[in-house]
């Protein structure tokens, strides 16, 4: 082997590339030829120690910047592609029938189409797993930004993070205690009453529910209080009757929410 | 209540377990669909890549701050140039093509002076965590520190081939594709640029001694 080869050789075996064979062949030079020798030692050893150096992490703001680039972005090729859109509406209502036998036909028609198209992108996803496992993964994501921009230092970004929420279809409990705990401890008002209503979405859940009642008796903003006090009625359950009354017991409450709470709650004979 | 931190971290480790290795298929699956005008699919390959990314500027410029700055430039130009994609080509080798020439381009902009390594910038940054005397931690950081200050002094396209051996994961033959030569050079130019750090590497440690 020659001394030239014997360098491509140790370059190799510094990635791990190397064959059995071609490993034997090396060292067999190695011993043979110190010039080499020296070198390959000098060189292993350098590549060893340059796993030494530290590992850098990027900031929490990267991922913050680049969402919002993206969002940014997205939002320009909308406006730009808007005069197509425009045209594109008028040739579609040129389709729409007059007559509402027909609306209702080509109403009924698309309906079908839809859920058919539907039905047959779920099956997809089913027999095709990368499909499955990148839908999957973007669901990940999405509850990762959502997390992600809820621990951010500004009330902007945390509100931000608060709308992706509603993307999510079915969020993972971490996201819906994050959540809570905004709704609950977050330190501005605004951000608390998005929360508010970002978590309207997912108040079928009989955990969600209790925990907005516990809120109302916590929260001290009579903004989020009447937000909250709005959302439970909408419920009709009698726990709700039972949480609004006790809050109507507290001397301090603020007359805008006692008038709220007293509007919902039948007054005691 | 740390609630929001320990469940990001909770969804991390999800992800690790489940999608260890990048599949580069799947990679260039997703870019694909941003070329065809699914830009908010960007958003994964921005999960997957980011972080690989800003290590590789790293090492290059020793400046954290420029190095997130190309992180963002990066993924910039993949938006702007994202009909140009060829889903044949795989997409870190496109990714580390935006990056050299993002690179240079700040390059070029900046005046002529090579940023020393920022050798008091610990923030955020893990030393591998070695066993040892104080004696031995103690000569792991002077030994740290002049192979940093031995790779800073390299010309940049040495740097940058062995950044991109060493660290970034990538088999000689992708970054022959990377940087448009074969396989072969690329093993010629890390060994040379492996033989010129060794040189550095010895001539600051004999300053030190002497």
């Given at each position: 082997m020659s001394c030239d080869t014997c360098k491509e050789l140790i370059t190799d075996s510094l990635a791990g590339s190397l064959s059995q064979s071609a490993s034997e062949e090396l060292e067999q030079h190695l011993v043979e030829c110190t010039a080499c020798r020296e070198q390959a030692d000098e060189i292993r050893s350098l590549w060893q120690n340059l796993g030494l150096l530290p590992v850098g992490e990027p900031g929490p703001a990267a991922r913050a910047r680049f969402y919002e680039m993206l969002e940014a972005y997205q939002h320009g090729l909308a406006q730009a592609r808007r005069p197509v859109r425009d045209r594109f509406n008028q040739w579609l209502s040129s389709w729409w029938p007059r007559q509402p036998v027909w609306q209702a036909g080509l109403a009924a028609v698309c309906l079908i189409a839809g859920l058919g198209g539907g039905y047959l992108i779920q099956t997809r996803e089913q027999e095709d797993p990368k499909l499955a496992q990148m839908s999957e993964e973007i669901r990940n994501m999405r509850q990762l930004v959502t997390l992600s921009l809820l621990q951010q230092q500004s009330a902007s970004e945390r509100l931000k993070g608060v709308n992706w929420s509603y993307r999510l279809e079915v969020p993972d409990n971490e996201v819906l205690s994050a959540l809570l705990h905004t709704m609950n401890s977050d330190a501005n008002v605004g951000v608390r009453l998005a929360a508010v209503d970002a978590l309207y979405k997912f108040s079928d859940s009989t955990m969600v529910r209790r925990a907005l009642r516990q809120s109302l008796t916590s929260q001290n903003s009579p903004m989020v209080q009447i937000g909250l006090i709005d959302m439970l009625a909408?419920?009709?359950?009698p726990q709700t009757t039972v949480v609004f009354r006790e809050v109507l017991k507290?001397?301090?409450?603020?007359p805008n929410v006692r008038q709220r709470l007293e509007r919902h709650v039948p007054r005691v004979e | 209540m740390p609630t929001v931190r320990t469940a990001t971290v909770a969804i991390l480790e999800r992800r690790g377990r489940g999608i260890e290795r990048v599949e580069t298929a799947q990679d260039s699956l997703l870019m694909s669909r941003v070329r065809d005008g699914?830009?908010?699919?960007l958003a994964v390959l921005f999960e997957r890549h980011h972080r690989a990314l800003f290590q590789f500027f790293v090492r290059l410029t020793a400046n954290r701050e420029a190095s997130e700055d190309l992180v963002q430039d990066v993924f910039f130009r993949i938006l702007k140039y994202?009909?140009?994609?060829?889903?044949?080509?795989?997409f870190t080798t496109w990714m580390y093509q935006i990056a050299r020439n993002a690179h240079l381009d700040q390059v070029r902009k900046r005046k002529p002076e090579i940023p020393l390594p920022?050798?008091?910038?610990?923030?955020?940054w893990e030393l591998p965590s070695r066993e040892g005397t104080a004696e031995q931690k103690v000569s792991q950081a002077e030994e740290v520190s002049l192979l940093r200050r031995a790779l800073a002094a390299l010309p940049d396209e040495k740097r940058e081939v062995l950044v991109l051996s060493?660290?970034?994961?990538?088999?000689y033959e992708e970054i022959g594709k990377i940087l448009r030569c074969d396989a072969r050079t690329v093993k010629v130019r890390v060994f040379r640029a492996l033989r010129e750090l060794s040189r550095h590497y010895f001539e600051l440690a004999g300053e030190k001694a002497s």
């Open positions: 909408n419920f009709k359950d507290n001397e301090n409450l603020d | 699914d830009v908010g699919t994202r009909e140009t994609y060829q889903p044949a080509s795989q920022e050798e008091n910038d610990e923030r955020g060493r660290f970034q994961q990538l088999k």
